[in-house]
């Protein structure tokens, strides 16, 4: 299995063909299997025998109760209002970071290496640990929520952004400096226009994934569905998980195909 096969050409001469690592490979992903299954404690005789609960809790899911709609509305909106919210703000605040931390355009080490540690700091930062903490400093409700999505946008919103500046040609910012320019009028006349159109693709597809993960960031306390989520769910009363669900799945859906035309437009 370790050896490489023997292979004779045409000619008479017999070469041996490279080892595959495919047999290597197969067994450390067997073993880091076999050991993740043990530190997890991941019971297959549980998964058999319990299993089953899942499509049951799921029946009760369906129908919904459309009489619970009444308490959607507003952690509905609450949710939006924190995605947009966070989103908006913090992708305005990802440009001038991300203006720090490109090194073709600032030219001390130091200064964008800062930064773009900053980003890798807060981009570790799981979106629901964030309002955990931030629950503790301004309480329950949608400001944790949002001061979350804002962190993380401005992460991932300003990494892609400071990336996306230092792959471009730099020649028209450098000549619109020559001119007299200002280092912030040749950003503004030449970088901006190449990077706009990505800028708010990216900002639109982080919006949607805010979405997701506002609603899941009431189990923390920070406001939105999921708290009247997590509510129900300990109440036992599936009929209204399934209304929650099935509202959050329609709106994201539309707020997805939106997105989705605008980005298109913007290519």
Do not use: C
Not at 12 to 38: A, D, N, Q, R
Not at 117 to 142: E, N
Not at 218 to 230: M, Q, R, T
């Amino acid at each position: 299995m370790w050896k490489g096969k023997k292979i004779t050409l045409s000619n008479g001469k017999t070469v041996v063909e490279k080892p595959s690592l495919v047999p290597l490979i197969t067994l450390i992903i067997l073993i880091f299997t076999v050991i993740s299954m043990k530190v997890t404690k991941f019971d297959f005789y549980a998964l058999a025998t319990r299993g089953d609960q899942f499509f049951v809790i799921l029946k009760g899911m369906f129908p919904p109760d459309l009489s619970f709609l009444d308490r959607v509305w507003a952690p509905l909106f609450d949710t939006i209002k924190m995605s947009l919210l966070g989103s908006l703000v913090g992708a305005i605040v990802s440009v001038p970071l991300a203006l720090l931390a490109s090194a073709n355009i600032v030219h001390s080490k130091l200064i964008t290496g800062f930064f773009k540690l900053l980003f890798s700091i807060l981009r570790t930062l799981p979106t629901i640990v964030t309002a955990l903490i931030a629950t503790f400093i301004f309480g329950l409700g949608t400001m944790a929520g949002t001061l979350a999505i804002f962190i993380f946008t401005v992460a991932y919103v300003g990494k892609l952004t400071y990336e996306q500046i230092e792959s471009l040609d730099m020649s028209t910012f450098e000549a619109l400096e020559s001119m007299g320019l200002t280092r912030f009028q040749a950003f503004r006349y030449a970088i901006v226009p190449e990077i706009l159109p990505t800028f708010l693709s990216t900002t639109l597809f982080n919006f949607e994934g805010n979405l997701r993960y506002a609603s899941i960031l009431g189990y923390v306390g920070a406001g939105g569905l999921g708290i009247i989520l997590n509510e129900q769910l300990g109440w036992r009363e599936y009929g209204n998980v399934g209304t929650i669900l099935v509202v959050l799945i329609i709106s994201v859906a539309i707020i997805e195909s939106i997105s989705e035309y605008a980005r298109k437009k913007l290519q």
